[in-house]
């Protein structure tokens, strides 16, 4: 089995998902969509930003590793009527079966940044482009205390036994150099790559940072690692209060609902 699927299966990222969906749709707005348009949205999960895409009238492929985040987001696209709007199973890796040059725009939110290969990633995300297309990632950036889920996946590999040999930081995707370079090694000068800081919102207005930090003990792959690792060795009380620290110090909420910000790198490649 693929680690890197086994991780992202392993347990249900809609549960997280179903925290990211406004600032899913605030990102599609922010792009600026003009249709007709065919977008690919890489390490799309459930559609958190496919689903806002459609709905603007894009043609979209979502494409992810995780097959029951397919099911669902074909599920959602059911739902909501959503014809032009297709999940498949795929690999970032390697986008094989994907055609050269046929998106006008490759998008990635959190997604491709966590497929083990970064320069073949960069590699298939130039390929499948259109020249004159656009491809946009957003990365979280490591050891920035304001970006919530590096600060997360940090505490959580802290109690987790140490990757493999060869194994690549996704946290690698949130620094800049590291960008040019993967791109630069696909054909794209480092003028057609612009990065900038934005924000995030995980937002509930029903739940608690308490039961967020649950949500991801019990359904979030890497903490679900770190969760069984710490019970182990007799840390799991410790890990748990580390990560709920984290949420109560970065929730702006006031009436015990969850709306807590966290800094991205959004990435712009004109390839
Ligand atoms: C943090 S989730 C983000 C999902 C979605 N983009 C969103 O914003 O809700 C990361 C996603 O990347 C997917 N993923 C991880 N490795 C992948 C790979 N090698 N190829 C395609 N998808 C991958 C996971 O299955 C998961 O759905």
Redesign the pocket.
């Known amino acids: 089995m693929n680690p890197?699927?086994e991780?992202?299966?392993k347990g249900d990222?809609t549960q997280?998902?179903a925290f990211?969906r406004q600032s899913?749709e605030a990102v599609v707005k922010s792009i600026g969509i003009t249709t007709p348009l065919r977008v690919l949205?890489?390490?799309?999960?459930?559609?958190?930003?496919a689903v806002p895409l459609a709905l603007l009238g894009a043609d979209v492929v979502g494409?992810?590793?995780?097959e029951n985040?397919v099911d669902a987001g074909n599920k959602r696209a059911a739902a909501a009527g959503l014809k032009r709007l297709k999940f498949q199973v795929?690999?970032?890796?390697n986008l094989e079966g994907v055609d050269d040059r046929s998106f006008d725009l490759t998008l990635?939110?959190?997604?491709?940044?966590?497929?083990?290969r970064p320069f073949d990633?960069a590699k298939e995300m130039v390929r499948v482009t259109k020249p004159g297309g656009r491809i946009v990632m957003?990365n979280w950036i490591p050891n920035d205390p304001t970006s919530f889920?590096s600060q997360l996946l940090k505490i959580s590999s802290s109690f987790t036994p140490p990757p493999p040999e060869g194994f690549v930081s996704p946290m690698t995707w949130g620094v800049d150099a590291n960008i040019v370079e993967r791109f630069g090694k696909a054909g794209v000068p480092k003028e057609r790559i612009s990065t900038v800081k934005d924000t995030y919102y995980f937002v509930s207005p029903d739940k608690s940072p308490t039961q967020f930090i649950d949500l991801f003990e019990r359904f979030y792959g890497p903490t679900m690692n770190a969760v069984a690792a710490a019970k182990n060795s007799g840390k799991v009380e410790e890990l748990h209060n580390q990560l709920l620290e984290l949420a109560k110090a970065q929730n702006k909420a006031t009436d015990g609902s969850t709306s807590i910000p966290a800094t991205f790198l959004r990435v712009t490649v004109l390839p």
């Open positions: 890197n699927k991780l992202w299966e990222f997280i998902a990211m899913g949205d890489l390490g799309c999960g459930d559609g958190t930003t494409i992810d590793i995780a985040l795929g690999d970032a890796c990635s939110i959190f997604g491709a940044m966590f497929a083990p990633v957003g889920v």
